[in-house]
């Protein structure tokens, strides 16, 4: 079984390229080049495996946002992205994975506080802004349509922010509740804490956890690794970014 695993593993992206760059590296003349090549395939191995994404996403990543919020007048949902035009029973357009986990868990949580829902994401790329769409599938999970509002004209978190504490000023909102990705929450409470706006963290979607337990197949290359791996150096980034900037 793992020696199939193995094989598969090598043959298919990312780890066909790994072994692409390795072999490249095994015939090239110069040793520069060689060593370049090994170099980048070695580096690229290691974050496609669950180890370095783990190690990655583990300090964005804190397991006591994992609670129902108590005490909030409100919640906040920031978008995380749509798939503008994909077919769905309620009609075109869906949220991206990460979204309908933030969606699932905001109808969760208004089920058991029945809290207004901000929900948060203009138009990134295409014609429908992100909040459009998200609000369709919460009301189709049970969540009052009154109780929903919008917030259409967001491109990224910082404007997300900037635009959800001007409506909890507007509403009378003073003890929201940020609903995102585990590993997106740490860049949001601090571009909330920046702008004034103290929120709850309410996470979902983990990608890993403390304590984890790894085998040999862990350290195999996969695409959903890489993948975590470039999330996190992104949030990384975002962060860095955004402090610079203040």
């Not at 905001?106 to 058991?112: F, I, T």
């Not at 601090?190 to 350290?219: C, I, M, Q």
């Amino acid at each position: 079984m793992f020696l199939k695993k193995l094989i598969t593993s090598f043959l298919i992206p990312p780890g066909f390229f790994v072994s692409a760059l390795f072999l490249m590296g095994l015939f090239h003349e110069k040793k520069r080049w060689k060593y370049l090549l090994w170099i980048t395939g070695f580096v690229l191995w290691a974050l496609s495996t669950a180890p370095v994404s783990h190690l990655l996403l583990l300090p964005l990543e804190e397991i006591n946002w994992a609670r129902m919020p108590k005490g909030i007048d409100s919640l906040v949902i920031l978008g995380g992205g749509i798939r503008e035009y994909a077919p769905d029973i309620s009609g075109l357009g869906v949220p991206s994975d990460d979204s309908l986990c933030r969606i699932v868990l905001g109808a969760r949580v208004y089920r058991e506080l029945q809290v207004p829902i901000i929900v948060s994401g203009g138009i990134v790329a295409g014609e429908i802004p992100e909040a459009r769409i998200m609000k369709k599938f919460l009301v189709d999970l049970g969540v009052a349509e009154h109780m929903v509002i919008l917030e259409e004209e967001s491109r990224d978190t910082d404007d997300n922010i900037s635009r959800v504490k001007e409506i909890c000023i507007r509403m009378g909102f003073k003890h929201p509740a940020i609903v995102t990705s585990a590993y997106h929450m740490k860049r949001a409470l601090l571009l909330a804490k920046s702008k004034g706006l103290e929120a709850v963290p309410v996470a979902t979607d983990f990608k890993t956890w403390p304590n984890r337990r790894f085998y040999s197949y862990h350290f195999l290359p996969e695409a959903g690794c890489l993948r975590n791996s470039a999330i996190a150096i992104k949030e990384y980034m975002g962060m860095a970014y955004y402090g610079i900037k203040r």
